[in-house]
T-cell receptor, first 112, second 115 residues
Framework: GESVGLHLPTLSVQEGDNSIINCAYS??????FIWYKQESGKGPQFIID?????DKRQGQRVTVLLNKTVKHLSLQIAATQPGDSAVYFC???????????FGRGTSLIVHP | GAVVSQHPSRVICKSGTSVKIECRSL??????MFWYRQFPKKSLMLMAT?????????EQGVEKDKFLINHASLTLSTLTVTSAHPEDSSFYIC???????????FGSGTRLTVV
């Protein structure tokens, strides 16, 4: 079946740098996308979401970009901090199903 | 914001016993709850979807008699791992969705260790 996948399983950055985590999706019918942060031993925590009628959405230090043409989603974290170290998952849903499909996950490691 | 409480956070049980995990939505009515299983350094694997008052819908390959799900109220769903075996050891996570948004809120997860 169709799935959401991630390009980089591990991303290492220096504190203060900007981080970009990428996600490719294959279901062109997906219309809602979510980024989650999961710290070790904890459940996923909502970061930011975006609907398919938008191509960019900004939050506090985070920005999600959606490129429907190439079915690509990215999460940008500005001024990355050690507390941002976690696994980040993208998830997609198709209108009406309400069941998110999770990507593989990217481990972000922030070096002080 | 929406809060989902999952309990217990950690449990160790003997092989052959059953373990119940609770998932509660604290400040909203969860029309749908989801149960996931997560292996180390892996993504979340959906086990089942439950709607209040009806039988859960299990994903392919998940044994419904092994993983009993009850969603008796709009704020509580339980997952019971019956006759647990060491291979059932894993991190189990619930999530809940209200009827007014697309958003999903996750519980903090339960680390099950079967010895």
């Amino acid at each position: 079946g169709e799935s959401v996948g991630l390009h980089l399983p591990t991303l290492s950055v220096q504190e203060g740098d900007n981080s970009i985590i990428n996600c490719a999706y294959s279901n062109s019918a997906s219309d809602y996308f979510i980024w989650y942060k999961q710290e070790s031993g904890k459940g996923p925590q909502f970061i930011i979401d975006i609907r398919s009628n938008m191509d960019k959405r900004q939050g506090q230090r985070v920005t999600v970009l959606l490129n429907k043409t190439v079915k690509h989603l990215s999460l940008q974290i500005a001024a990355t901090q050690p507390g941002d170290s976690a696994v980040y998952f993208c998830a997609e849903t198709e209108g009406g199903s309400y069941i998110p499909t999770f990507g593989r996950g990217t481990s972000l490691i922030v070096h002080p | 914001g929406a809060v989902v409480s999952q309990h217990p956070s950690r449990v160790i049980c003997k092989s052959g016993t059953s373990v119940k995990i609770e998932c509660r939505s604290l400040d909203f009515q969860a029309t749908t709850m989801f149960w996931y299983r997560q292996f180390p350094k892996k993504s979340l694997m959906l086990m089942a979807t439950s709607n209040e008052g009806s039988k859960a819908t299990y994903e392919q390959g998940v044994e419904k008699d092994k993983f009993l799900i009850n969603h008796a109220s709009l704020t509580l769903s339980t997952l019971t791992v019956t006759s647990a075996h060491p291979e059932d050891s894993s991190f189990y996570i619930c999530s809940a969705r209200g009827d007014r948004s697309y958003g999903y809120t996750f519980g903090s997860g339960t680390r099950l260790t079967v010895v």
